[in-house]
């Protein structure tokens, strides 16, 4: 099933010289402004809602692509096709789900690059039936920055492999400049935290299933709701977090649970994690990549 929300096309272009492009790199203004019209996979998170905010303050013919499936947790393709809405972004859904591809089904060291790979040709697929009544060609780009570059992801390759353009890490942004130029052009949440996938809660080599990442997605919606100590709305009581299995469920946190311990307890054994080690951590990524 595919909806599309707002219009074909960009909104209207806001002036580079002044206004908040005015804030963004002359170099990047210029890169934007010379492509073609735009199709970002869009999940949702900061690095994909900032390139097509930024393209959109330079001009740029921007439709953004979702991806549906067992691996993204409901509420964030929810909240992303919400935030599509409310900012008059052109978004179009697809399902695609991974779980049968070779890589993802074994959980490989190279899942990212199947789940990827297979990703980008279900997004060249919709793009080509869209194509006829466009009557154009949209460039493909993704939201991947400078940092990712310096991490391990076999997902860039696959990138690279099918010709996706990455204007983001083109221009050298990394996490912290791209939270600051958010902040400066006016995007909303410019502080979001990265929600990878579902798939990299599992130790490579344990197989994933639907209905296992449904109840990880449960289980961490439940535990991000729990409300954090100095009353912050926007803020967890456990600060970052993921629910890792070993197989053995750890829940890696950034901020203990404290007096929150029995009701930490409580959300995971409901829906089957227990019992569970909690880990504290400094951040909460590549934890199965860590040598």
Known sequence: MQRIYGRSGCQGPTDVVGGPAAALPGGFVRALRGLPPLAVAFSGGLDSRFLCHAARLCGCDVLALHARGPHIPPEESARAAQWAR?????????????????????NSRERCYGCKKGLIAALREVL???????????LLCDGSNADDLRAFRPGLRALAEAWVRSPLAEAGLGKPAIRALAASTGLDRPEQKARPCLLTR????????????ARLARAEAALAQLPAPDDDADASALGDF?????????LQVTRPPGALRPL???????????????CETSGVSGFFDAP
């Open 242 to 250: 993921r629910l890792r299995l070993r197989p053995a469920p750890l």
């Open 202 to 213: 599992l130790a490579y080599g344990l197989a994933p299933d639907a209905a296992l990442l």
């Open 128 to 138: 080509r039936e869209r194509r006829a009544g466009e009557g154009s060609d949209r």
């Open 86 to 106: 409310d900012n008059g972004l052109p978004l179009l859904t697809l399902d695609f789900d991974p779980l049968s591809l070779p890589e993802v089904s074994i």
């Open 264 to 278: 930490v307890d409580e959300i995971l054994a409901g829906h089957g994690f227990a019992p569970c080690e909690i």
